[in-house]
């Protein structure tokens, strides 16, 4: 009897798992993202987004839930229905960062979500506004250890790659530099532009159009590699500064519990897109450099990311504002 029973049991998770993978999506999908629009995660989305109302036949729609470094949309996601209508663009900020920033954060990056194909890497670019004296790193370096804790640095909140690019930049040349926090890239902008700030490291998406118009002058890019959308910066590591990396990145993931045919399915759909040479181009255009794994790649890279960057913060004595 009990062998009936569980034979029965199976066939209903089989019948029920091929419903899921052949009828999803049912209603509309929202893409959570934890800044605001016009930033490097929210243009990917919305790329993603309209392409994927095509390919599905159902609404996608970017919903923009800013604030904590993502982390308000991290949380959000963490706890929506795990029916594959709620997808999150989650970044390095909140997936790998916040847990070792704060002493307690509302989600586990580990166990709340489902990895379902990291997306795109983007650069930051060191920058300072045109009225601004400095020619060069060594101006900022020589001004900051004249005139400590002067000299002020925007970022986009505690945790982002901007925040810790900052404070891995004050750390390596044993600076004192003000960090000033603002609620994503765009409202950065607009204090660096009128000279309110001194310097800042500033996504290659939103900063790049305006290095090339003359209105901020830029020195690096804190990737290892130089970035498509500038590669005529040279890279911090190219600058002097060793094993200087501080890059977001953003992926697809789902909530816990979300069945395994719909992720798959979001998977090879998502994946397939990116392969597009109109998608690639919008991305390349924007100064996104795709990835596309797959989801057992995008796990291995938040496990391995976490206790690394652990380490460095804890060594630069970086702390949550």
Do not use: C
Not at 69 to 78: E, K, L, T, Y
Not at 132 to 157: C, M, N, Q, R, W
Not at 214 to 231: D, H
Not at 298 to 320: L, R, S
């Amino acid at each position: 009897m009990r062998a009936i029973v569980g034979l029965v049991f199976s066939l209903l998770l089989s019948v029920s798992s091929a419903f899921a993978q052949t009828n999803y999506p049912q209603q509309t999908v929202h893409i959570l993202v934890g800044f605001p629009a016009g930033t490097a995660p929210d243009v990917a989305a919305r790329i993603l987004a309209d392409k994927l109302t095509v390919v599905w036949g159902k609404g996608v729609v970017v919903d923009n839930l800013t604030g904590a470094s993502g982390n308000i949309a991290a949380d959000r996601a963490a706890k929506a229905p795990p029916d594959g209508h709620t997808l999150f663009m989650g970044g390095n900020s909140s997936l790998i960062m916040s847990v070792s920033l704060y002493d307690k954060v509302p989600f586990d990056p580990v166990k709340d979500f489902i990895p379902i194909t990291q997306i795109f890497v983007a650069a930051n670019l060191l920058v300072v506004p045109p009225s601004a004296p400095f020619k060069s790193i060594a101006d900022i370096v020589a001004a900051a250890k004249a005139k400590p804790g002067e000299l002020t640095y925007g970022h986009t909140g505690t945790g982002s790659s901007q925040h810790l690019a900052g404070e891995l930049f004050k750390y390596m040349t044993k600076t004192k530099i003000q960090a000033v926090a603002y609620r994503g890239s765009t409202a950065v902008l607009p204090d660096l532009l009128a000279g309110r700030i001194n310097m800042g490291f500033t996504n290659v998406v939103n900063a790049a159009p305006l290095v090339r118009e003359g209105k901020l002058r830029a020195f690096a890019v804190s990737s290892r590699k130089r970035s498509v959308a500038a590669p005529d910066l040279p890279t911090m590591i190219e600058m002097g500064y060793p094993d200087f990396e501080a890059v977001p990145w953003f992926g697809f993931l789902a909530p816990a519990g979300t069945p395994q045919p719909i992720i798959e399915k979001v998977h090879r759909d998502t994946v397939a897109l990116l392969a597009m040479p109109d998608v690639r181009k919008r991305f390349e255009d924007n100064g996104l450099d795709i990835i596309g794994g797959t989801p057992a790649e995008f796990a291995d890279v938040i496990k391995k990311e976490i206790p690394y960057w652990a380490k460095i913060i804890k060594e630069a004595g970086i702390k949550a504002e």
